[in-house]
């Protein structure tokens, strides 16, 4: 058949790619031989690429990592904006401050992120072989127990905690205001010790394989006596909050990579529990111990000072306000508290490598890089946090209460009659808590083992779903707590004791993952927006202190997983029990 | 027992096509609008071009999907080209692409294919 025409496409599809071809011979460089006849091994020259190369080599790799953390701050970033110009009705005041402060966010996380993965992570993977191979048990312990400490500073989230020491009333809450503000070096010293015996008794659990079960309940009972003990006295009451909180705030992005890596590569090495569960537990751990140092600390500071005595050096401190230098000032203080929050962190996992191990240090450039990668995303991540994400978080929370009570600044307040502003209110923490619960990619991946684990009884969604309406109705009952003041002492111990009941009566393996789900839940973007709609959310009402939002969220995934076990095991035992009758009828 | 056909193809090339990792699909979808009938990723690792770029080479990913499939000789030229374009194998780091000549291969071929062929032949 003669062809008569041309498709338009091949003409165009000839114009623009020109077939070349050569033979591989011309290009490949002759070997050298050496005096002796040997061939000398051959070292490429480095590649000089030009630009426009360089930017199509960068192009996928930065939209691909900026993507991601879009997609974990815009939606929440834009349900805040819309909820409050819809449904209250009020612009969003400094919108060019807050969009800059998002969008350092991204910037922060996305440099943060792959610096960890770049320079951080090689380390751990390397500790965890290399450790249980060249080093005792005595060893092997304290080092576990000192990365849990400086993995706690390099935390992104542990900074929300400093910021919200700002916004705390001294006069009401002495305490509180002197654990944040003058002992806050402290209390995140505290809490990483904290995290470091959770590492160290996680791993040595790794090594026996222990039970999960009996763990919690003996580290339940100081928590629940050391807090029934604090909710007695009324000025030590007002920290139980933060305590509680700050189990949340500790388990992120730095923590859970680099300890389960360094846990599952010892339980590995020298351990008898390496089963499908091995990896699971230390979250939990994590997450109770800081509960208990907090509190410790806080009686410590109770016997050191008296609530008077706070406040008469608070407002001493205001009255000599001297013009702050350049480290107190923003962006003084995020450009230090970056450095702080990684270096340490850095020079431990050195000083083990090279004087402990006496391992070599894979591809030292590209560490150093992104060592240099997390520090920048630090800095960048804390100048965010404190104009973007805890600003509108701030500017959500206290603007919220006008749509049940009367507020000075808004007009018309309140927008709503009592009952529908309440349940508006309610509905908002719980949306917000449900939504970015159900977008953390983390927990994608749990409910992915979880579903392996039980062989698909439990199904990834249903974990998915029980583990975000947990997270969303903790919000709404802390949200509840700030708007009635209820005691948190009168919600988290029946919450927990709940909890105990619930861990009696379930098996192992739903006992772990549900435990863990409360920790994975809390990432670096939930967390300061979280913990900011608290405390603007608290001031606006002028209740006293505005946390414990974060810890009714991790309680309230654990009983509602716990729960969903229970009633899959129970509807499973029904249908064999089902089966059998018809067998013998 | 029922007899079974066994027939042979002939005329087959191979494609091997080394790419980053998470780029897979999109090249599989490029060679199958092409007109390769099918492919196999596999997961590997690999090294060249990213030592050689200093800090650039962050960018290359360490993890490859290296993709097999087969076609005919006379598609060779077309899916090789589209998966080399789709791959964006010209950028450094990007992978490579190479073409193996089979003797023979065999699989499931549908019924009406054959009887298609069988009959041109004996007309």
């Known amino acids: 058949m003669p062809q008569s025409s041309i498709p338009f496409g091949k003409f165009t599809h000839e114009l623009n790619v020109h077939r070349n071809q050569y033979s591989y011979n011309e290009m490949i460089p002759a070997a050298q031989y050496d005096a002796a006849g040997n061939v000398q091994p051959y070292q490429p020259p480095g590649l000089i690429i030009s630009r426009e190369y360089v930017y199509r080599l960068l192009k996928p790799y930065l939209s691909i990592r900026f993507m991601d953390q879009v997609r974990a701050v815009v939606p929440l970033a834009l349900y805040l904006v819309f909820f409050q110009m819809l449904i209250l009705r009020q612009s969003v005041v400094d919108p060019w401050v807050i969009n800059s402060g998002l969008a350092a966010v991204i910037v922060g996380l996305m440099l943060f992120m792959e610096g960890l993965k770049v320079g951080l992570m090689p380390f751990g993977e390397l500790l965890g072989t290399a450790l249980p191979v060249k080093s005792r048990l005595t060893t092997i312990v304290l080092v576990v127990f000192l990365l849990g400490i400086g993995v706690t500073f390099a935390e992104p989230a542990i900074g929300a905690l400093q910021t919200a020491g700002s916004l705390v009333d001294v006069s009401r809450a002495p305490y509180l205001y002197a654990l944040l503000n003058d002992w806050s070096g402290t209390l995140v010293l505290v809490v990483g010790i904290g995290v470091g015996l959770a590492a160290t008794l996680g791993t040595v659990r790794f090594i026996y394989g222990w039970s999960l079960k009996p763990l919690i309940y003996i580290t339940l009972v100081p928590v629940l006596v050391i807090a029934g003990y604090m909710a007695i006295n009324p000025e030590l009451a007002l920290v139980l909050g933060l305590a509680f909180d700050c189990g949340a705030v500790t388990t992120g992005p730095v923590t859970v990579p680099l300890v389960l890596a360094l846990g599952i590569g010892i339980a590995q090495a020298g351990g008898k529990g390496c089963d499908s569960l091995s990896g699971f537990g230390i979250v939990t751990l994590a997450s109770l111990f800081p509960i208990i140092a907090v509190m410790l600390l806080t009686l410590y500071v109770a016997s050191q000072t008296t609530p008077e005595a706070i406040i008469l050096a608070a407002q001493a401190a205001t009255a000599a306000q001297v013009e702050p230098g350049w480290a107190q000032a923003s962006p003084g203080v995020e450009i230090i508290g970056g450095v702080r929050a990684i270096v340490p962190l850095v020079a431990f996992l050195l000083i083990v490598m090279v004087g402990l191990l006496r391992e070599k240090i894979p591809n030292p450039r590209s560490i150093a890089f992104g060592i240099f990668l997390c520090v920048l995303g630090m800095v960048i991540f804390n100048l965010g946090l404190s104009y973007g994400l805890s600003k509108l978080g701030g500017q959500s929370g206290s603007l919220v209460p006008a749509a049940f009570t009367q507020l000075p600044n808004v007009e018309d307040s309140p927008l709503y009659i009592l009952v529908l502003g309440l349940f508006i209110a309610f509905a908002f923490a719980w949306l917000l808590g449900f939504g970015a619960t159900l977008a953390e990619p983390a927990l994608n991946a749990l409910g992915i083992t979880v579903q392996n684990l039980t062989n698909g009884s439990f199904k990834k969604t249903t974990l998915l779903y029980a583990v975000s309406i947990g997270v969303g109705s903790g919000i709404a009952i802390g949200v509840a707590k700030i708007v009635f003041e209820i005691p948190i002492a009168y919600l988290l111990v029946p919450g927990y004791l709940l909890a105990v009941v619930l861990t009696y009566l379930s098996s192992e393996e739903f006992v772990n993952v549900a435990w863990d789900s409360a920790g994975v839940t809390t990432g670096p973007v939930t967390v300061p927006l979280v913990l900011a709609m608290g405390l603007g959310f608290g001031n606006t009402l002028g209740s006293v202190e505005g946390f414990g939002i974060l810890s009714m969220a991790s309680i309230g995934p654990i009983i509602a997983v716990l729960s969903t076990g229970l009633y899959i095991r129970r509807k499973i035992a029904r249908r064999h029990a089902g089966n059998k009758n018809d067998l013998f009828s | ?123």
Do not use: H, W
């Not at chain 2, 029922?2 to 494609?15: A, H, K, N, P």
């Not at chain 2, 690792?45 to 097999?68: C, F, H, P, Q, W």
């Not at chain 2, 071929?109 to 009959?119: A, G, K, L, M, Q």
């Open chain 2, 1 to 123: 027992m029922s007899s079974r056909d066994f027939t042979v193809l002939v005329d087959v090339s191979m494609i091997t096509c080394i790419v980053q990792r998470g780029k897979a699909n999109e090249v599989v979808q490029a060679a199958q609008d092409a007109g390769a009938q099918g492919a196999t990723i596999y997961y590997g690792y690999g090294s060249g071009v990213r030592e050689r770029l200093g800090l650039l080479g962050l960018a290359v990913d360490v993890n490859k999907e290296i993709i097999t499939t087969l076609v005919a000789d006379n598609q060779v030229e077309l899916v090789m080209e589209r998966m080399y374009c789709v791959g964006e194998l010209d950028v450094p780091g990007g992978g490579m692409i190479y073409v193996t000549k089979l003797e023979k291969a065999a699989t499931y071929i549908p019924e009406e294919i054959v009887n298609r062929i069988t009959s041109k032949g004996a007309a």
